[in-house]
């Protein structure tokens, strides 16, 4: 048969196990009658008589015995792989976990979850891994858990995003530097050395669109692919650099920072995953761990699709 009824599975299960179609008939609640029938739909299906008279009493084929020790462990696996998800219990878990983010969130909030998850699952390993552009691909494919960032027009329709802050960009610089004192104008800052944070070439920023609104343009020294080098720089240097407030709070130890007079708008960090393990309790408990890390809250729920506004590079 191209499409065999596979429910027949647990009727033959429960004929082997009871060795007749009376008892077989209680056990699944059936009328005799019922299970007469479907003891014919088996046979018919599987070309063997299966249980033959004996006396008073039903007895297995040789067929039957051979399928006895096979039916069982299937119909027990499928009725498992039904059952709704168990508790989980975090204290049992042994798990790694894949994230995936831009330099300074790992600094910044990877301490508290690392000892969150010591209290609570000793058992869970985390993995954080660089995040070298926006593609989504390896959530599609499963090569990471968790992603953060910002969500934009470029992220796959298809993947599940919960905000985690709110963040903005802001200047920083070196101890003693100029702009380290006194109001940060739009003219003050247009006229400091600027260092770029650009993982492809140089794109219009927010920055430089509000800048040249007012007549003014920056003047980029340097061009780096990441925060934490363009802060190490500013630290070193007479350059400003522009990274986000919140994301980077442990990587700026040792400089001054100020609100940018221009393109500060704020903007969502988000942790986003595929849908397919939106169920799973493992990653459910996760994505709260993060969640609660982030915020200082409690959770709250899941959302389908984007749920914070593009956010494009200020650096």
Known sequence: MDHPDLNLLVTLDALLAEG???????????????MSRALARLRATTGDPLLVRAGRGLVPTPRALELREEVGPLVEAALAALRP?????PARLERTFSIRSREGFTETFGPALIA??????????????????KDSAALREGTIDLEIGVVGADMGPELRAKALLRDRFVGVVRSGHPLASGVVTPERFAAAGHILVARQRRKTATIDTDLEALGL?????????????????????????????????????????????????????????????????AHRWLRDLVHAVCTGAPSTPDLDGPVARRAEGQG
């Open 217 to 281: 343009a920056r003047e980029v020294a340097v061009i780096v692919g990441s925060f934490a080098t363009a802060i190490t720089l500013a630290r070193e240097t007479d350059l400003v650099a522009c990274v986000p407030e919140r994301h980077t709070e442990t990587l700026r130890t040792g400089t001054a920072c100020f609100p940018l007079p221009v393109g500060s708008e704020e903007f969502t960090v988000s942790m986003l995953w595929h849908p397919r393990l939106d169920g799973d309790p």
């Open 20 to 34: 007749s179609v009376a008892g077989a008939a209680r056990r699944l609640r059936l009328s005799p009658s019922a």
């Open 85 to 89: 998800a168990e508790t989980l219990d």
């Open 116 to 133: 969150r998850i010591a209290l609570e699952a000793p058992g869970v390993r985390l993995w954080f891994l660089p995040k070298p552009d």
